[in-house]
């Protein structure tokens, strides 16, 4: 790496993943200050265009904690300002209603982060309580994304992606509820994957997140950075509701080894009726051409489950986890969106949210059997091009149509009207894909394979049965050393 007087080269910085710094500063070619100050430097040179970093840590030393063994001594890293608390800093979910509260304690993923040596610099930007699949809030405003500044990088780990994708850091905190690690990727030309359901703890805080529907991971530019990564973080922590059965080895090792012939079923139409960009469709059927020169085996299928049925319940979660978290806090203090969300959560009974839970058993049966059948699950990552700044607003009108709404506290109304198969099919038709393996608690991982004419980037999505994350890295590296993309940049 090259180093000018004490400033490490952005430049060198970039060639390297998240494993290739630390390799330096093991063998001493490069200290951790001098890389955090790079990272710096970088942060101070982009975020003003991107809006990737809401929060800095200054109270982290210079000196990264945990020995210099540590997977990643002395990596810059960015946490996503959700549900990654740091004691004593806020944790703020891109809301007003939350910026002013101090986390107690680290949550278990941050003190696994510094336990592996990592810098932390920062936090990442989040729609408020993390709802949406664009990165745009009215506590800190839209993250933009580094392949085109006037379109979102997704989300809701939309400043995490950005950040990665900008070099401020070679990967970043992310968390997955709905898709909102894979989206981003997707559209930021990362690797992206979520673990399986309890694979990543969630605690102390809390015993998981949207009833486990959600887990925790990182952005990356790089295969191996995922897989040594889910090492760190991997493992049921003191009081966790279950712990999952532990992989054969190490992830970082398995990721090296052939993933064998595989079984792979391709589906590219949207589970919820909608169109599918013709350039996502050929993100998957791309993909599709490649395995099958790989050696492995392709089939094209229809969606193994009920797309509205499962969309049904992943709104009834939606709705009745939005007005947990809205239930302590000033109404006044959230967006319009999240008081409606709120409200439409109210206004389900117990019985009805449990019933909609219920279902994912349903959902998780039939994906256990289609899995008897087929290795892995490919479909697009997405079904739309990144939406631009501000293109997925609620309109003027319906704004102003839903106050009384909410004046008269009148969810019932609203869900008899049909409003929630209006909201679930707007919101999702976007994004139709990943919410599956959240239901299911089954890995998947979004790859960087196309680029569209414009050169946007765009993820080909894989699922793999419960547990087996090992399958989905041989996968990923297989493909990476087939197609490589770390060398694609973004033109910020």
């Known amino acids: ?25 093991r063998k001493g070619e490069v200290t951790a200050a001098e890389l955090r100050a790079c990272a710096q430097r970088r942060l101070e040179a982009v975020n003003p265009t991107i809006n990737a970093v809401v929060r800095r840590l200054e109270r982290d030393t210079e000196e990264p904690h945990g020995e210099r063994s540590g997977s990643f001594h002395g990596v810059p890293f960015l946490l996503k300002d959700l549900v990654q608390d740091v004691a004593g800093e806020p944790t703020s979910r891109g809301s007003r209603a939350y910026q002013g509260t101090p986390a107690d304690v680290d949550a278990t993923y941050t003190r696994r982060v510094r336990a592996a040596g990592m810098t932390l610099l920062g936090k990442t930007n989040t729609p408020e309580l993390g709802l949406k699949a664009v990165t745009e809030n009215r506590l800190f405003g839209a993250t933009r994304n580094p392949w085109d500044t006037s379109r979102t990088p997704g989300g809701s780990s939309g400043g995490s992606a950005a950040a990665v994708s900008a070099g401020i850091v070679p990967m970043a905190g992310g968390n997955d509820g709905g898709g909102s690690i894979r989206i981003p990727a997707s559209y930021c030309g990362l690797f992206g994957l979520r673990p399986s359901r309890g694979r990543v703890p969630a605690g102390p805080a809390v015993a998981e997140v949207w009833e486990g529907a959600s887990s925790d991971h990182v952005l990356t530019r790089s295969v191996r950075d995922s897989a040594a990564m889910l090492d760190v973080l991997r493992g049921a922590d003191t009081g966790a509701p279950f712990e999952i059965a532990a992989p054969s080895g190490p992830y970082a090792l398995a990721a090296h080894e052939p993933p064998g012939t595989l079984r792979i079923a391709l589906c590219t139409e949207s589970p919820v009726g909608g169109s599918v960009h013709p350039e996502c469709r050929e993100a998957a059927e791309g993909a599709a051409r490649l395995l099958e020169s790989l050696g492995h085996e392709l089939e094209p299928v229809t969606w193994p489950v009920d797309g509205m049925a499962l969309a049904d319940s992943f709104f009834k979660l939606y709705f009745g986890q939005v007005a947990a978290m809205a239930r302590e806090r000033r109404s006044r203090d959230f967006e319009l969106d999240t008081r409606v969300l709120a409200m439409l959560g109210r206004s389900l009974n117990s019985a009805e949210y449990v019933a909609a839970r219920e279902r994912w058993n349903d959902f998780s049966r039939r994906m256990g059997q289609f899995f008897q059948r087929f290795d892995v699950f490919l479909t697009p990552t997405v079904a739309a091009l990144p939406a631009l700044i501000g293109e997925t607003d609620t309109p003027a009108l319906e704004r102003l149509l839903v106050r009384p709404f909410l004046w008269l506290r009148a969810g019932r109304l609203l869900m008899k009207a049909g409003v929630v198969e209006q909201l679930a099919f707007r919101s999702l038709r976007r994004t139709p894909f990943t919410q599956l393996a959240n239901l299911t608690g089954s890995p998947a991982m979004s790859v960087p394979l196309h680029w569209t004419a414009d050169g946007l980037p765009l993820g080909s999505h894989f699922q793999a049965r419960f547990g087996d994350e090992t399958t989905l890295f041989q996968l990923a590296a297989q493909l990476e050393q087939a197609r490589p993309w770390f060398d694609r940049v973004a033109p910020l």
């Not at 790496?1 to 500063?25: C, K, P, W």
């Open 1 to 25: 790496m090259r180093v000018r007087g004490d400033d490490v080269d952005f430049d060198s910085y970039r060639r390297h993943d998240a494993a290739g710094l630390a390799e330096l500063v």
